[in-house]
């Protein structure tokens, strides 16, 4: 849980350091890669 959480804020940092630089691609596929960890985070909760 704790990694998948660490995995998460990593990817956050990423996505607004391409958003930042005005990145949109690979703003968007960090956007994506948060996601799909905030999802596996709600599921290992339950």
Do not use: P, R
């Not at 995995?7 to 990423?14: I, L, N, R, V």
């Amino acid at each position: 849980m704790k990694e998948l959480i660490k995995q998460y804020e990593t990817a956050k940092k990423k996505s607004l350091k391409f958003m930042k630089k005005g990145q949109i691609n690979k703003y968007f596929d960090a956007l994506i890669e948060m996601n799909k960890y905030k999802k596996m985070i709600t599921v290992s909760a339950n």
